[in-house]
C-alpha cells in the first residue's frame, strides 16, 4: 500500500498532455509540499465535471458498514467543500443514513459532522448487541 503522504508523486507519473502542462505549473507555484487532499481539490476543480460530484455527493447511502459511508463521505465533502461551503453537510449525511440510524440521529439533532459520524457508530453499535 502507498502511504498517503506519496499520492501526488504517484499520480504524477500518469499526467500527460494538458494536464502535464497544468500540474507542472501547479507545482511550480507551491512553496511547500502539497498534500492529497489539497492537490485532489485542485485537480477536481480545474478538470472534474462538478456536477457529478455534487450528484454523487447527494445520492450516497449508507448501504455497508457505518465506518465505510463515513469514508466515503469525507471525500466527497472534501470536493464540496470548494463548491458550497454552505451546504448543508450535516443534513446530507444523516439523510444518507440507513432508516433506522437515519431517525435515531434526527431525534438526536447532531450539531456537527463529527458528532454526526460518533452518533452514527454508536448507535450502530448499540443495535449489534
Same mark, same amino acid.
Given at each position: 500500500?502507498?502511504?498517503?503522504?506519496?499520492? #501526488?508523486?504517484?499520480? +504524477?507519473?500518469?499526467?500527460?498532455? $494538458?494536464?502535464?502542462?497544468?500540474?507542472? @505549473?501547479? *507545482?511550480?507555484?507551491?512553496?511547500?509540499?502539497?498534500?492529497?487532499?489539497?492537490?485532489?481539490?485542485?485537480?477536481?476543480?480545474?478538470?472534474?465535471?462538478?456536477?457529478?460530484?455534487?450528484?454523487?455527493?447527494?445520492?450516497? #447511502?449508507?448501504?455497508? +458498514?457505518?465506518?465505510?459511508?463515513? $469514508?466515503?463521505?469525507?471525500?466527497?465533502? @472534501?470536493? *464540496?467543500?470548494?463548491?458550497?461551503?454552505?451546504?448543508?453537510?450535516?443534513?446530507?449525511?444523516?439523510?444518507?443514513?440507513?432508516?433506522?440510524?437515519?431517525?435515531?440521529?434526527?431525534?438526536?439533532?447532531?450539531?456537527?459532522?463529527?458528532?454526526?459520524?460518533?452518533?452514527?457508530?454508536?448507535? $450502530?453499535?448499540?443495535?449489534?448487541?
Amino acid at each position: 500500500m502507498i502511504p498517503i503522504q506519496q499520492w #501526488v508523486k504517484v499520480a +504524477s507519473l500518469y499526467v500527460e498532455e $494538458k494536464s502535464e502542462i497544468w500540474f507542472e @505549473s501547479y *507545482m511550480c507555484n507551491r512553496e511547500s509540499v502539497v498534500n492529497w487532499n489539497e492537490f485532489s481539490r485542485a485537480v477536481c476543480n480545474r478538470f472534474g465535471n462538478k456536477d457529478d460530484v455534487v450528484e454523487e455527493f447527494n445520492k450516497l #447511502v449508507h448501504e455497508s +458498514s457505518v465506518d465505510e459511508y463515513v $469514508k466515503k463521505f469525507e471525500e466527497l465533502k @472534501s470536493f *464540496m467543500h470548494d463548491l458550497n461551503s454552505l451546504l448543508p453537510k450535516i443534513f446530507s449525511f444523516v439523510n444518507g443514513l440507513k432508516e433506522d440510524l437515519k431517525h435515531m440521529l434526527k431525534i438526536l439533532k447532531p450539531i456537527s459532522l463529527m458528532t454526526s459520524f460518533k452518533q452514527a457508530k454508536c448507535r $450502530k453499535n448499540q443495535t449489534m448487541l
